[in-house]
């Protein structure tokens, strides 16, 4: 690849051919990238050419690989869904960029000390980042405070605090086609007059050191995944991002030709047919009265016209319906921050409250639910209804989510514009999920149906007449065995534990929070236990139970969730009569590298969420294209994978959505079913006498109190259902052909989630930029 191509795909001119007439901006506050060497000699076709290479210097690729960082800009689903999204948009060969903020610290690690989650700072930089490239010479200016002005020439933003925003950009290349796309983050910087001016006396020393309060903006990830924190900070992200992004934009839309004369474009008439801008969440929200902005205040455009264009370009994608996840900040906070975008949105809410008005007279409880402001004590902005008012385009992350955004969550706006909203299943890259982490698995596949389905994920059903081949079944059991022996290696290697590779591999990771119910698991687990010190002569299916994720530092109780697993297994895992029939492993510092090696060494998958509480989960399409089965509630995704494979192929249980909604109406009595149920009685009652801790009796008294008396989450309700789905689990495990059979139907059934199609859906339904039918030939190759 000449240095010239580089750089023309770096700046983004490599996509200024006409074939392009969008120019699609994935805007999110996360990217979990995870490593990048392996993913780049995937993608280049080049893993052959540089494993025979370093082997003839005397090296181990795969140790090579072991020493780079995790890029961790992202706390879990939201941010690795970013990033699976900058594969397929350059698989496709879309004119895409993703934009965000390069943090210095990304998500922290995690140690577990005396069975408690201990953080430690992410200094993933400590060496360098080969993959960034700094462009110093595309650096720009973001204000902040300040105060607003109104003349008879228009409206103007003065006496701000301008941060630098300095562009850092990573190339972000297609499976096997010559489309270099661009990841570009950005980081905080002080001016170099920063302080200097404010007439400061003899100030010059402690003036150069505040510049470091400039680049705070950058400096760390806010760890939460499904929560709000109305920190100015983040708020202060939040901007940055978007005014560096919307300045980088507009640049290219004015000095693209695209068969325009001008030399430079003054009429913004075109501007939504070339440029699709992307919310990730509502976190990006401030895109819209940003654009506003300069629309109305720096290009002098009129209000209705500029609101036209802002509502045709800008998208929204809500990724959760949990109440405490919505961010709803302080107008105060605005008032001081950003004060002109506080006008903008106020005008913006007016002008929707009199639409609403006019359409629904009389009725003034529609107005306080549909506006942007919810009075109150403290007067708050809702984002997630600005990007509702300010997108031509809403979409949820699976079909029963997306059926909740419109009955529930923006019931009002969906009758007010219907046809704004749509549904978008999620889906992973099968490059890094599938030909990345599990090379025998892929390889198998290529055998039988060839290579296309890499980029054509619906091809595995071509597995489906072979799902009874001898050949097959024994072959995807025998690389399944491989990985589960591969990873007993590393555990072994890495935590100095011990597991057994012919047990059934019980897996339930994701980031640690109350509705993911890691609890009920829990509960199972010692139920598990129980039973084999009842009766210890029974066969039992030797299993062993892994979990893993993240806390968010401040959430109390998922931090006493991971104690309790910790505690669960020093107990079991040291019982003689259990012996290697039931190990519990905790796994410390759970991320995109560490995903890719236990994924492909998965039986079982666990995604038992409460139904309607997940809005759709990745992890789980990971797994089943990997050759796990799905124990899991109907929630998410997994309702569209029990309906690709049929649900006799997953093991599906619990409430379904109407019965947690016809519970909740009824009201929800943990008691009753504490009472009825023995085996749940006897593992509650263990939990909180201490059995699990016996140096601190008391340490899970508060664990039990919220299950037994406010649990949100119904973990009881589902325990019946759950320990006998369990039991169906170990009955087909004993069957290890007709395991296999079900296994093999699953990952020929698993060709719908792959991010390719959903990114399709996306460029055809929301950004009007059908993805170039033809690859364009490898420049090796001579051109017609």
Excluded at 90 to 114: D, H, P, W
Excluded at 313 to 337: D, G, I, Q
Excluded at 507 to 512: A, D, E, L, T
């Amino acid at each position: 690849m000449t240095s010239q191509f580089w750089k023309e795909a770096l700046d983004g001119r490599g996509s200024d051919s006409p074939v392009f007439n969008t120019r699609i901006y994935y805007l999110s506050l996360e990217f979990y990238m995870g490593r990048t060497l392996q993913n780049t000699m995937v993608n280049l076709g080049l893993q052959n050419a540089c494993d025979e290479a370093i082997y003839q210097l005397g090296l181990d690729l795969e140790e090579l690989e072991e020493i780079e960082e995790d890029a961790g800009l992202g706390n879990g689903g939201l941010g690795r869904l970013a990033a699976c999204f900058l594969d397929s948009m350059a698989t496709l060969g879309l004119a895409a960029y993703g934009y965000g903020i390069r943090y210095e610290f990304g998500i922290f690690n995690q140690k577990i000390v005396n069975g408690w989650q201990v953080e430690e700072a992410d200094d993933w930089l400590r060496y360098g980042n080969p993959w960034e490239k700094a462009r110093p010479e595309y650096m720009l200016p973001v204000h902040f405070y300040g105060r607003v002005e109104h003349s008879p020439e228009g409206v103007r933003w003065l006496d701000t605090q301008v941060v630098l925003a300095m562009p850092y950009d990573t190339p972000v290349p297609g499976y096997k086609n010559d489309t270099v796309n661009t990841m570009r983050l950005w980081s905080a910087k002080a001016p170099n007059d920063f302080k200097l001016h404010d007439f400061n006396v003899g100030g010059y020393i402690e003036a150069v050191l505040d510049r470091n309060l400039a680049e705070n903006i950058s400096r760390v990830l806010y760890p939460n995944d499904n929560f709000f924190e109305g920190k100015e900070l983040r708020l202060k992200q939040e901007y940055f991002v978007v005014a560096a992004t919307l300045q980088d934009i507009i640049r290219r839309f004015k000095s693209s030709k695209f068969g325009c004369r001008d030399p430079v474009r003054t009429s913004f008439e075109t501007f939504p047919d070339k440029v699709a801008i992307q919310l990730n969440d509502t976190h990006p929200a401030l895109a819209i009265p940003e654009l506003m902005r300069i629309l109305v205040d720096v290009e002098k455009v009129d209000w209705g016209k500029a609101w036209e264009i802002t509502k045709k370009t800008c998208a929204y994608t809500n990724h959760t319906v949990l109440p405490e996840a919505l961010e709803r900040w302080p107008v105060s906070m605005f008032e001081k921050l950003l004060p002109r975008h506080l006008d903008i949105i106020y005008a913006i809410n007016q002008r929707h409250l009199d639409h609403v008005a006019a359409l629904f007279p009389g009725d003034v409880d529609r107005l306080r639910r549909m506006s942007v402001i919810e009075e109150g004590d403290c007067k708050r902005i809702n984002m997630a209804h600005l990007c509702v008012i300010g997108s031509h385009a809403v979409n949820g992350v699976a079909r029963i989510h997306s059926e909740i955004v419109r009955q529930s969550v923006f019931k009002d706006f969906y009758e007010l514009e219907p046809e704004k909203f749509q549904n978008k299943t999620n889906g992973i890259t099968p490059r890094r999920w599938l030909l990345l982490c599990n090379p025998g698995l892929a390889e198998t596949i290529v055998e039988r149906i060839g290579e296309d389905f890499l980029t054509d994920l619906s091809q595995l059903k071509k597995l489906l007449p072979l799902v009874g081949d001898e050949a097959l079944i024994r072959d995807v059991a025998q690389v399944k065995q491989e990985n589960k022996v591969k990873f007993s290696a590393f555990l072994e290697k890495q935590y100095g534990v011990k597991v057994n590779p012919s047990s059934m591999f019980d897996v339930h990771v994701k980031r640690i929070h109350e509705y993911k119910r890691q609890l009920l698991n829990c509960l199972h687990v010692v139920t598990l236990y129980n039973r084999i010190k009842k009766d210890p002569t029974q066969a039992f299916v030797p299993r062993t139970v892994m979990i893993g994720g993240k806390a968010a530092p401040g959430y109390h109780m998922a931090k006493k969730i991971i104690k309790l697993v910790t505690s669960i297994g020093d107990i079991v895992n040291h019982d003689p009569i259990v012996g290697d029939r039931l190990k519990v492993i905790f796994l410390e510092n759970y991320r995109v590298s560490l995903a890719e090696k236990v994924i492909p060494a998965a039986d079982l998958s666990q995604q038992i969420s409460t139904a309607g509480t997940e809005a759709s989960g990745t992890g789980n399409m990971k797994f089943m294209l990997n050759g796990a089965l799905t124990i899991g509630t109907m929630d998410g995704a997994n309702v569209e994978m029990a309906e690709e494979a049929g649900a006799e192929n997953l093991f599906i249980f619990g409430l379904r959505v109407e019965d947690v909604e016809a519970l909740d109406r009824k009201g929800y009595n943990a008691h009753e079913y504490y009472n009825r149920l023995p085996e749940l009685q006897q593992a509650v009652d263990q939990i909180n006498s201490g059995f699990f801790s016996p140096r601190e009796p008391d340490c899970f008294k508060d664990v039990v109190n919220m299950l037994l008396n406010h649990d949100r989450f119904k973990v009881f309700a589902d325990y019946e259902a759950y320990v006998a789905c369990q039991a169906q689990v170990d009955q087909l495990y004993r069957n290890p052909k007709e395991w296999t059979k079900k296994v093999i139907r699953n990952i020929a059934c698993s060709g719908k989630f792959s991010s390719d199609r959903t990114i399709t859906e996306y460029a055809r339904d929301i950004w009007g930029a059908e993805p170039p039918a033809l690859q364009t030939p490898p420049p090796s190759l001579p051109r017609d």
